[in-house]
């Protein structure tokens, strides 16, 4: 193993203990061992130091943050803490499968020009397709849902300076779709490498920030697409364009999922109403109004569903 590690994962955590526990033991069978993991504890009462501890691997590096900062805030504190020339951000919750570093670090030794090494969805093109996308077009290749339609940052290596270049991952006061920024961000400095393939997903539990805090999904699609829409970009046309269909995907999939999850696993009228308000208030949105008739579309099958019994 080489002095200094080739990549970094970066964890934020908050009282989770458990959660961590089982992410971290998974991150430890990775079949390439040359890498780092940054703990950023937002919790006062250090919860995950003993977990850290527990596991007694000198390749787990425990920071607490002091005070909670919040979770952008804190992941880039991880960000800050790596050592390395490469970093992956994941949550303490999301697995990644043990054969992701091997393989992106083949590929990066064979193409290091890039900014971010990543496995996406990818539409019309074939399972282990790898693409090589230059700076120019990135933004647009996997913002476009028509392009990508599904992309976790726990799914990809970015080279630490450039991740910094663009200054870390955007907080416009919400987490919700900062990561998918930040990606974006990242690969404009100098492109990068996709493989049409997920190395890693999403874990649903009632913990969950996407479940609560419903107030941060406004602040989240406003900010979004504040950054997209006024980046200095080849075509500022282009990147608000996708940035608004990126955001009609995403909106439209939470708000129904959210509704889906309190109609039939954890059934809540009161937060049912609350999710319908905030959706009403997105959809005032200048750049959200045009998605107004496909939501109440959506909302008429889910309410037919509904009704017979066929929401599972």
């Known amino acids: 193993m080489a002095d200094k590690a080739w990549v970094s994962f970066c964890i934020s955590t908050y009282k989770r203990p458990e959660l961590l526990t089982q992410q971290l033991t998974l991150l430890l069978t990775q079949t390439f061992k040359d890498f780092n993991i940054i703990i950023s504890d937002n919790d006062p009462d250090a919860s995950a130091k003993i977990v850290c501890e527990s596991l007694n691997d000198q390749r787990i590096k425990y920071y607490n943050n002091g005070d909670n900062l919040g979770m952008i805030k804190s992941f880039n504190k991880s960000i800050e803490r790596a050592e390395t020339d490469y970093i992956v951000m994941v949550t303490d919750d999301d697995p990644i499968e043990p054969e992701f570093l091997s393989y992106f670090y083949n590929i990066y030794k064979q193409h290091p020009q890039y900014s971010i090494y990543c496995g996406f969805a990818r539409k019309n093109k074939r399972p282990l397709k790898i693409e090589y996308i230059n700076k120019k077009n990135f933004i647009q290749e996997i913002i476009d849902p028509a392009k990508t339609y599904d992309l ?63 107030e941060s999904y406004l602040s989240g699609c406003k900010g979004f697409y504040q950054i997209f829409s006024g980046l200095n970009y080849s ?53 959200m109004k045009k998605f107004k008739f496909r939501f109440k579309a959506k909302e008429f099958i889910f309410q037919i569903k509904k009704k017979s019994g066929l929401l599972s």
């Open 152 to 214: 976790l940052w726990s799914s990809s290596v970015i080279k630490k300076i450039d991740a910094i270049s663009v200054g870390l991952i955007p907080d416009y006061g919400s987490p919700h779709l900062a990561d998918h920024a930040f990606l974006a961000l990242a690969g404009n400095v100098n492109g990068g490498v996709i493989v049409n393939k997920m190395f890693s997903s999403i874990t649903s539990h009632n913990t969950n920030f996407s479940k609560s805090h419903f």
């Open 235 to 287: 075509s500022k046309k282009i990147a608000s364009n996708v940035a608004s269909k990126h955001l009609q995907k995403w909106f439209i999939g939470c708000v129904f999922n959210l509704k889906k999850y309190y109609t039939i696993k954890k059934p809540d009228s009161n937060l049912v109403m609350q999710i319908n308000e905030f959706a009403d208030t997105i959809l005032k949105l200048d750049f």
